[in-house]
């Protein structure tokens, strides 16, 4: 058994994080020392290992809490937490793309700097007539 900051250590998962899970039936409630300290044994370690892995996929808590489920029920299939995964996946490329489109209209934008003064700044024009950019990309 170990303390909350020993799992915080051990998993790299902040305490204030560690508690908010807690409330939030991620994982179950600490046992607690005679000193009314939380304490903290393998399978939590074990559990909150494989939250922060998800939430470091930047899978949603919702989605993470159905995914524990589903993984205390060894012998069950796997197509719901595939699902889960293909769709978190999508989720990922969508935003990708987006942020590629993002990137193109930064580039462009930031080409046609010439030094000259503020005031015929293209990035400065651009962002304040959204029609110019629009108009001068087609």
């Known amino acids: 058994m170990f303390s909350i900051g020993e799992l915080s250590r051990r998993t790299g998962v902040k305490v204030p994080t560690i508690r908010y899970y807690e409330q939030n039936g991620l994982i179950a409630p600490a046992e607690r020392s005679e000193g009314n300290q939380r304490r903290y044994g393998s399978d939590d370690e074990s559990r909150l290992t494989f939250i922060r892995h998800a ?72 962002l304040a007539d959204h029609g110019l950019c629009s108009r001068e990309h087609v």
Not at 71 to 83: I, W
Not at 104 to 113: K, N, V
């Open 55 to 126: 939430r470091d996929l930047g899978i949603r808590v919702d989605a993470i809490r159905e995914l524990l489920e589903l993984s205390s029920h060894p012998e069950k299939p796997c197509d719901r937490a595939d699902a889960i995964a293909r769709d978190h996946l999508a989720q990922v490329c969508g935003k990708i793309a987006q942020l590629k489109r993002l990137e193109a209209e930064l580039a462009r934008i930031t080409s046609h700097c010439e030094g000259h003064a503020v005031g015929e700044c293209y990035v400065i024009r651009s």
